[in-house]
Nanobody, 124 residues
């Protein structure tokens, strides 16, 4: 049974940093592109960042470019999202997702597995 478990969310002030982690129980984790998405109340789930499986190429949403950084540790079956200079508009539930043999796509329909999410709240 595949599980993706996010952690690291919390309540922070604007300008602070957080690092989210997603531990995956995937037998061949290195063969999956991994993505982070977020969903605020009343809004659709949106792409945040992704890292591809072969060479670790990355992709970011314009709203987080320069502030967020995605990375992966294949030895630990874990993907990270380092979030710096957080803004109130970053407040959302953050979800990680896995896409077998995929590239760093922003299309959420291409991800086969999803975690339950971790809440990030940024106060002004």
């Amino acid at each position: 049974q595949v599980q993706l478990v996010e952690s690291g969310g919390g309540l922070v002030q604007a300008g602070d940093s957080l690092r989210l982690s997603c531990a995956a129980s995937l037998r061949t984790f290195s063969n999956y592109a991994m993505g982070w998405f977020r969903q605020a109340p009343g809004k659709e789930r949106e792409f945040v960042a992704a890292v591809s499986w072969p060479g670790g190429g990355t992709r970011y949403a314009d709203a987080v470019k320069g502030r967020f950084s995605i990375s992966r540790d294949n030895a630990k079956n874990t993907v990270y999202l380092q979030m710096n200079s957080l803004k109130p508009e970053d407040t959302a539930g953050y979800y990680c997702a896995a896409n077998y043999l995929g590239l760093a796509t922003l299309n959420l329909n291409e991800y086969e597995y999803w975690g339950q999410g971790t809440q990030v709240t940024v106060s002004s």
